[in-house]
């Protein structure tokens, strides 16, 4: 496997944490460089880590993994994001309820993003690739991603306000719908 194909798994990874980032960015939750480095630092963290932990499962689970990871992001998804909506809806409230840069939203967030390079790192492992270089790239093409995608939200977010906190949650959303109709249809 050489370096182009292993940066354009890395890009198809990481467009679901860009997408998240995003989000977050645009309704106003990724507003200083804290936010800005737990965003980007966790899903590229996770985006490394889960290739690796899915290549040490071995094929043993395989058939169990890629029974569930679609369910599991999906309703992980569509938590974070109803939680969005609501925050967005409720007039009485310019604050967010809940950071999605920080806590248990943080990591269920990025877990919910990450699933899918579980299953690469399991696939790496069938096709004895060494894990360590792809899981690298992945993880700092994530980070990358993240970090345009923060600052392009931010633009947006000013431009729209607490709407864009609504139009985040749907997008989260969306993207766990959109996971879970790729493997149903698949």
């Known amino acids: ?38 965003l980007s630092f966790h899903f590229g963290l996770f985006q490394f880590l889960l290739p690796v932990l899915g ?8 058939v169990f993994i890629q029974g569930i990871s679609h369910w599991v992001a999906f309703f992980l998804l569509l938590f974070v994001g109803g939680r969005m909506v609501k925050s ?3 007039a009485s409230s310019d604050a967010p309820v809940q950071d999605p840069s920080r806590g248990m939203t943080m990591v269920l967030l990025s877990i919910a993003v990450s ?31 993240s970090l345009v995608a923060i600052r392009i939200g931010r633009y947006m977010g000013a431009m729209l306000g607490k709407r864009m906190e609504i139009v985040g949650g749907l997008v989260l959303m969306g993207i766990g719908i959109r996971i879970l109709l790729v493997r149903l249809l698949a």
């Open 1 to 38: 496997m050489g370096t182009a194909d292993i940066l354009l798994i890395a890009l198809g990874l990481g467009m679901d944490a860009a997408a998240v980032c995003l989000a977050a960015s645009a309704a106003g939750y990724a507003n200083d460089g804290r936010a800005v480095f737990r």
């Open 55 to 62: 290549w040490f499962l071995g094929m043993g689970l395989l």
């Open 88 to 90: 967005g809806m409720d």
């Open 115 to 145: 699933i899918d390079a579980l299953a690469v790192g399991l696939s790496l492992a069938m096709l004895k690739v060494n894990i360590w270089y792809p899981s690298i790239i992945i993880g700092l093409v994530t980070s990358g991603m």
